[in-house]
T-cell receptor
Framework: SQTIHQWPATLVQPVGSPLSLECTVE??????LYWYRQAAGRGLQLLFY??????ISSEVPQNLSASRPQDRQFILSSKKLLLSDSGFYLC?????????????FGEGSWLTVV | LAKTTQPISMDSYEGQEVNITCSHN???????ITWYQQFPSQGPRFIIQ???TKVTNEVASLFIPADRKSSTLSLPRVSLSDTAVYYC??????????????FGSGTRLSIRP
């Protein structure tokens, strides 16, 4: 069966510090990968999605970036965090070309920028 | 993905049946309708998916009329643990544009004792 893991689960970072969130998917090949952010009490905001290694589509560039160095690995980064980057970050995957395009989420990472 | 419209919030009581309707007037021929449930501090999880008529699983039922311009998620005999945000998404995976999956605001369901 397919599984998705992301880490760290929680982190507190000072303003201006770098960020790295990592996500891996097991049990499937060539998945579509996604990073979402959810501010407290708000909806899901799509940040990046990827249809293949090195292929990243950005929805909200700002000071965040994403990379896909391997087929089932997706990394969210920032060189300098802002207070507004605080939130709940979710990695997700879907099967390209599948009817219905169901998406599956990881456990999430809580980021607090102080 | 086709645009969807659903109520922002709903309230109900334990033991009641809850029906959440989603409008998707621009649904395409190949589109499926999928519902997700999200609890606080968790990612959305798949509840049910359908293309037409009725689909039922151990969690919910999904009713889709013949014109497919709307769908209704039915939760039988809800409990406090059904308090969550419910999202309706419409789309398919056949086209490259389907890779971009955007969630709407969802419906915040609150169940009271």
């Amino acid at each position: 069966s397919q599984t998705i893991h992301q880490w760290p689960a929680t982190l507190v970072q000072p303003v201006g510090s770098p960020l790295s969130l990592e996500c891996t998917v097991e049990g499937t090949s060539n998945p579509n990968l996604y990073w979402y952010r959810q501010a407290a009490g708000r909806g899901l905001q799509l940040l990046f999605y990827s249809v293949g290694i090195g292929q990243i589509s950005s929805e909200v560039p700002q000071n965040l970036s994403a990379s896909r160095p391997q087929d089932r690995q997706f990394i969210l980064s920032s060189k300098k965090l802002l207070l507004s980057d605080s939130g709940f970050y979710l990695c997700a995957w879907s099967v390209p070309g599948a009817y219905g395009n169901t998406i599956y989420f990881g456990e999430g990472s809580w980021l607090t920028v102080v | 993905l086709a645009k969807t419209t659903q109520p922002i919030s709903m309230d109900s009581y334990e033991g009641q049946e809850v029906n959440i309707t989603c409008s998707h007037n621009n649904i395409a021929t190949n589109d499926y309708i999928t519902w997700y449930q999200q609890f606080p501090s968790q990612g959305p999880r798949f509840i049910i998916q359908g293309y037409k008529t009725k689909v039922t699983n151990e969690v919910a039922s999904l009713f889709i009329p013949a014109d497919r311009k709307s769908s209704t998620l039915s939760l039988p005999r809800v409990s406090l643990s059904d308090t969550a945000v419910y999202y309706c998404l419409v789309g398919d995976g056949l086209y490259s544009s389907a890779s971009k999956i955007i969630f709407g605001s969802g419906t915040r369901l609150s169940i009271r004792p």
